[in-house]
């Protein structure tokens, strides 16, 4: 099967049902759940996706793995399958309920403070299309492969293909063992952690040894794949970290102290979509964010 760009008119003989079964796959990552969720059988799954990856001529879904994952051809065309999914049905019944979720992804912190008045507002304001928000340890918390519509992203992102808006920034911290020295202390700076071992979440934290100058760097570093274990090392006392303040907030531990850091650049936060349409509710979302981040610190 060619993994190019279709060409002429290979898309002829495309059936909602085939959009259907490729968004099932899409979302849950498995033909047995999306055969499930679609009420089907397995082979029925199998065999609609198959036509349709023909009638295109490229690939959309990479079956190495045990879980499934979108080819990037696959990424680019969830979206518009989506929309013409939702295009469809809107055309046979205006106004319908049930829209499909937007999927809203992190990486470990969320939204921060600003998390719980933006899920109970969308609520509030658009019941009819479920906000839904995965944390997902990923540097686009799934973005760019295609699982989440948008996400919530800390410090620079670099991937291709996205579009990103700075929403707020928040001070750094830095994140030491509870029964350790540095615990006790008011506030820290950069050069108090170098001294021993960083630990640095490799896969999706925002924090590399270039927040420390060149020549003033820490000796040693500890990587660790995810906020979960990143937590596990510093409580261990087998180094410090350095997070945004929002996960004081999220991730309280009983074996990490949280201690301001005095020179460190404070911490962007983003709203990040792939480029092009995407989920119709994007607009709404980045809206939303906007009034919450405005609204909730006008009152503080």
Do not use: C, K
């Not at 979302?27 to 065999?47: K, Y």
């Not at 001529?57 to 499934?68: I, K, N, P």
């Not at 999706?204 to 660790?224: E, F, I, K, Q």
């Amino acid at each position: 099967m060619s993994t190019g760009q279709r060409t002429g008119n290979t898309a002829r003989g495309i059936e909602v049902r085939h959009l259907r079964a490729f968004l099932a796959v899409a979302d849950e990552g498995s033909v047995t759940r999306a055969a499930a969720r679609l009420r089907v059988t397995q082979p029925v799954v199998s065999r609609t996706l198959a036509a349709l990856e023909e009638r295109l001529g490229v690939r959309l879904v990479d079956r190495s793995t045990h879980h499934l994952a979108l080819t990037p051809e696959g990424v680019a065309f969830r979206d518009r399958a989506a929309a013409a999914v939702a295009a469809f049905d809107e055309a046979l019944d205006p106004g319908r309920p049930g829209a499909r979720p937007l999927r809203l992804g992190h990486a470990w912190s969320a939204f921060g403070p600003y998390t719980t008045p933006l899920l109970r507002t969308w609520q509030r304001r658009y019941p009819e299309t479920p906000l839904e928000l995965l944390r997902i340890d990923d540097r686009t918390a799934g973005l760019t492969r295609g699982e989440v519509d948008a996400a919530v992203l800390r410090g620079p992102v670099s991937a291709p293909g996205l579009v990103t808006e700075v929403l707020f920034t928040e001070a750094r911290v830095a994140a030491v063992a509870a029964d350790g020295p540095l615990a006790a202390r008011g506030s820290l700076s950069l050069a108090d952690l170098a001294g021993g071992t960083v630990v640095l979440n490799t896969v999706s934290g925002a924090t590399t040894l270039d927040l420390w100058p060149p020549h003033a760097r820490p000796a040693t570093a500890l990587a660790v794949a995810n906020t979960d274990d990143w937590l596990t090392a510093v409580a261990a006392g087998q180094g410090s970290g350095v997070s945004g303040n929002s996960t004081a907030q999220m991730h309280p531990h009983a074996g990490v102290a949280y201690v301001p850091l005095d020179d460190a650049p404070a911490l962007p936060v983003l709203l990040a979509r792939r480029e092009g349409p995407g989920h119709p509710a994007l607009p709404r979302l980045a809206e939303l964010a906007r009034e919450i981040v405005d609204r909730e610190r006008r009152t503080r």
